[in-house]
Every structure is written in structure tokens, then in C-alpha cells.
């Protein structure tokens, strides 16, 4: 069974074989420098005793003058060339196929932690799920039958805590099913379902404010992944900005930026764990599941970032 490569291990494994590649190269220069001058002073020799037979044997016959007879000049190591280059090329293929093996083998306890990390989380969440359904249940009932209005402002806080938690749930079961999970194709306005999400956004980004500016624009995906490519996407932006958070969509061509202190590693910022912050206690889950559900439906990501702010560029042509 051939286990498909996760995008941290297939970076890893790029990096050990352009190390082997370089490695192996530099040993092959300096062998085949080696070898070649060794056969080339051993055809020269070889050369150069035959014109001196050539020679004595012309001395020996005639008593002319043996300056002028035609003499070896060249070196033919036609031989030499063809050796190296199979030698190169089976050799490179070989050890190439066993760089890579060994590579992957290097990388499957890493994978194995990754992987018993996830089997944790899933079941924190299923054992925290129901004693959270029943404290936002109760929650409800009782904010419902509070008269204090310092109760009840106390109460609704107790369930924006709840929902975060919900999202966080969310967040953390998207990021373990995320490759297997079915999608639901239906068409839709990306730009109602971004109105519609802004509602939510700005009620829950304080002090930053979200400026969209946009045109209808029908696609064919899964409602709840897009949202959630949105909702992470801008959460970001609203968690580092510094000021106002900017939406564009026109043509298919979907911008987010923000005016924060831009991505110290973009490279890494898709990768599952990892934040670019940490001070900022993220579990490094929602760019994560927005490169797992764009590169389900082809979306191209371009990243825009500098010390003024990041840019996100999302390419809806394929929906």
C-alpha cells in the first residue's frame, strides 16, 4: 500500500536529496578527476613508448633521417568518456532510488507522532464535546430567566467562550479529516455568503475594522469549506492587523489583507502546527485547512507580505 506524502514530508524529503544530489556530484567530479587523469598518463605513456619503438625500429632499419616519421600526437580517450558516463548515470539512478527510500524512512517516526497526535485530539473532542453541549445548554436556559443585567452580560460571556470553544472543536476535527472529508458542491454568491460572514466578523473583531469591496460572483463548491477558508483567512488578518482589514473580490480574484507586521517564514505558514507567532497561543490549524480544502478544488494561493502587512490571493477560477 503506497502512502501519499504529506506536504512536510515532501519538503523534507526535497531538501535531503538535494543534499545527497549535491553531495553525490562533488564525490563523482573528484573520483572521475582522478580516474580520467590516471588513464589519460597511462595512454599518454603508452603513446610515447610506441613512437620511440616506432623510432628504434626506423634507426634500426634505415640509416635516413627518423625525425620526420609519422608519430602518435593525440590521446584517445573516447574509452574514458563512455565509462564515466554510464557510470554516472547508473549509478546516480541507483543511488538516487536509495536516497529517496531512506529519506522516507527517516521521516516515519515523525510521521507516526504527527499521527498519534491527531488519534489525542480526536478523542479530547469527543470526550469534551457532550459536557460542553450540556454547560451552553444550561447556560441558555438560565440567561433566559436572568433579570440582573450585570448576570446577564456575565451569561452571554459564557457562551462567546462556548462558541469559541465550538470553533476550536471545529478548527481541530477540519484538520484531521480534511483529506478525507466529502464536500458538497452547490452553486452560490460568494459575495452574499461574505456579506453575510461579515456580520459575524465585525461584531467579533473589536477595535478593527473590515472594509469589503466586491461583485456577484457565482461559484460551485462546498458552502461550509469556502466559509471556512474565509473565516480563517480573515480571522488572521483581524488576530495581527494593526488597522483596517481589506476584502476585494472581482473576476474570481479573491484579496485579503491585512496592516500587520507581515509572515516572518511563508514558506512554513501552510504547514499543520506551525505559527509564525507565538505569542499569539495559535495552534497553527487555520492556514493549514485553508492549503488542504484550496488545493482539494485547484485554488492558487499567492502571499503578498512585507513589513508594512500580508496579502492573501485566492484564485476561484476553477469553481
Known amino acids: 500500500m503506497v502512502i501519499a506524502l504529506k506536504p512536510y514530508e515532501k519538503r523534507a524529503i526535497k531538501r535531503l536529496m538535494l543534499i545527497f544530489f549535491i553531495g553525490y556530484i562533488a564525490l563523482f567530479t573528484t573520483l572521475s578527476s582522478l580516474y580520467y587523469t590516471k588513464e589519460y598518463n597511462r595512454e ?30 593525440t590521446v584517445n580517450i573516447d574509452k574514458v568518456y563512455k565509462e564515466l558516463t554510464f557510470a554516472f548515470f547508473l549509478s546516480f539512478i541507483v543511488f538516487g532510488i ?30 469534551i464535546n457532550t459536557p460542553l453541549s450540556v454547560i451552553k445548554l444550561n ?4 440567561n433566559k430567566k436572568l433579570e440582573d443585567e450585570k448576570l ?10 462556548i462558541t469559541k470553544i465550538e470553533d476550536l472543536q471545529e478548527q481541530l476535527l477540519y484538520s484531521i479529516r480534511s483529506h478525507t472529508m466529502s464536500l458538497t458542491n452547490e452553486n452560490f454568491d460568494l459575495d452574499i455568503l461574505i456579506k453575510d460572514a461579515l456580520k459575524i466578523f465585525n461584531s467579533n473583531s473589536y477595535n478593527i475594522k473590515i472594509i469589503y469591496k466586491g461583485q456577484k460572483t457565482k461559484i460551485n463548491a462546498d458552502k461550509k469549506a469556502i466559509y471556512r477558508v474565509l473565516q480563517n483567512i480573515v480571522s488572521n488578518a483581524i488576530k495581527y492587523s494593526h488597522s483596517d482589514v481589506h476584502i476585494n473580490l472581482k473576476d474570481k480574484i479573491l484579496s485579503i489583507k491585512d496592516s500587520g507586521d ?18 499569539k497561543n495559535s495552534l497553527g490549524l487555520g492556514l493549514f485547512i485553508v492549503s488542504t480544502i484550496c488545493n482539494r478544488y485547484n485554488i492558487d494561493i499567492d502571499i503578498n507580505s512585507n513589513e508594512n502587512g500580508s496579502e492573501f490571493i485566492l484564485d476561484l477560477s476553477t469553481l
Do not use: W
Not at 599518454?44 to 600526437?73: G, H, V, Y
Not at 447556560?139 to 438560565?142: A, D
Not at 514558506?267 to 506551525?274: A, G, M, P, R, V
Open 44 to 73: 599518454a605513456s603508452k603513446n610515447m613508448l610506441k613512437n620511440r619503438l616506432k623510432q628504434a625500429e626506423c634507426k634500426r632499419l634505415t640509416n635516413k633521417d627518423c625525425s620526420k616519421i609519422k608519430l602518435i600526437k
Open 98 to 127: 536509495f536516497a529517496y527510500f531512506l529519506a522516507r524512512a527517516s521521516l516515519k517516526p515523525v510521521r507516526e507522532s504527527i499521527n498519534l497526535m491527531d488519534n489525542f485530539i480526536n478523542s479530547i473532542i469527543h470526550d
Open 139 to 142: 447556560t441558555s436556559s438560565i
Open 152 to 161: 446577564q452580560i456575565k451569561s452571554f460571556r459564557v457562551l462567546d467562550s
Open 262 to 279: 507581515g509572515i516572518k517564514n511563508p514558506e512554513l505558514i501552510f504547514d499543520k502546527y506551525y505559527s509564525d507567532n507565538k505569542e
